[in-house]
């Protein structure tokens, strides 16, 4: 088998402000493994100030992974585990090269056979507040009636009006509403302002204080009147007992897995084990993966019985992707068996 890596920078349409920065590009490596036959590509994709992974050394460790691989040597995944977005990446090549159909048909199921799509959210980008209103608009135009917004960056009486304003036009029947705080709450504070935004039939807020605050985080779950998500919390949770003891000492209402940050499919998987035993639910998401992790980790989701809106509507989001059959109509993915992916674009990198 052999074994290589190659860069893409995607670059935004639209700047995207986050609570960390404001993104005009990213990066992404491809791992590409090739036998006699075929080919498969995982990537690992890093956002900066979220990744675990050192994007200063991600170079020298695909050159190394990718020299076990030429030497036959077994991957010991359990090495990479500060950088789940490698360990994503190398686990996804070897699915996509050893799946149903390779390069990219890795898992069989109704969403890949092309009769059935995946509900998804739309993805609201912090920014003024006519930027979103803009962004909300465009959105609940294409058909969404779920949306995940951003919050914690601008003054909170502005988001309230907002939100505010916008239930007034749509009922909790009509509109499905999730916040993101990106932990910009104080934990002193994070009680009253949930208390708030309560009042406007919220179905959910992802992280509203920092991560690695247990027994706080553990104290707004119990008392909220707000169901509170986890997600920057289970970034390099990566022991099985810690991950059940977070769960347990937390007890959050809902787990946000992205595979990129958390070590691919078999550490999601793991997670989902533990949250079920629990009763706790979950869904996925993509970390500004190119349309390559995409697909991966629509295909991986659509194997799950979840029938919860998942966060997989960044495709659209960079002007230099990587053309693929994945489309959005309505507010749902679809995998387009009629179209086709850019094989060019692989072949002139391999």
Not at 212 to 217: D, P, V
């Amino acid at each position: 088998m052999k074994a290589s890596f190659f860069k893409h920078t995607l670059n935004f349409i639209i700047p995207g402000k986050t609570s960390r920065d404001v993104l005009s590009k990213k990066d992404s490596w491809f791992i590409v493994l090739k036998d006699v036959k075929n080919f498969g590509v995982g990537e690992c994709s890093i956002i900066p100030g979220l990744s675990l992974d050192n994007i200063h050394k991600i170079e020298s460790k695909l050159k190394q992974v990718c020299n076990d691989i030429l030497n036959g040597k077994q991957i010991n995944y359990e090495s990479y585990s500060q950088f789940p977005a490698l360990k994503f990446a190398i686990e996804t090549a070897h699915q996509s090269l050893e799946g149903f159909n390779p390069p990219f048909h890795l898992f069989n199921s109704d969403f890949t056979n092309n009769e059935k799509g995946i509900p998804i959210n739309g993805l609201i980008w912090m920014g003024e507040i006519s930027f979103m209103q803009k962004q909300i608009k465009n959105k609940l135009n294409n058909g969404f009636n779920c949306l995940k917004l951003k919050v914690g960056s601008l003054e909170f009486e502005s988001e309230i009006n907002l939100l505010k304003n916008l239930r007034k036009e749509f009922s909790k029947k009509d509109l499905e509403i999730r916040l993101d705080a990106n932990g910009t709450f104080s934990k002193e504070t994070a009680l009253e302002k949930l208390k708030r935004l309560s009042d406007f039939s919220i179905h959910s807020i992802e992280q509203p204080i920092k991560p690695k605050q247990f027994s706080e985080m553990a104290k707004i779950c119990e008392l909220s009147p707000l169901p509170i998500a986890l997600d920057e919390e289970l970034i390099g949770v990566n022991l099985s007992l810690e991950r059940e003891k977070l769960l347990d000492t937390i007890n959050p209402h809902f787990l946000i897995l992205k595979p990129s940050l958390l070590g691919g499919f078999k550490d999601s998987n793991e997670w989902i084990h533990f949250a079920e035993k629990r009763n706790i639910k979950w869904w996925a998401t993509s970390a500004l993966e190119s349309n390559v992790g995409l697909n991966a980790i629509a295909q991986w989701v659509s194997t799950k019985e979840n029938n919860l809106r998942q966060g997989l509507g960044t495709g659209m989001l960079f002007s230099n992707n990587i053309q693929s059959p994945l489309e959005i109509e309505g507010d749902e993915l679809f995998l387009k068996n009629d179209k086709n992916w850019n094989l060019n674009f692989f072949n002139k990198n391999i």
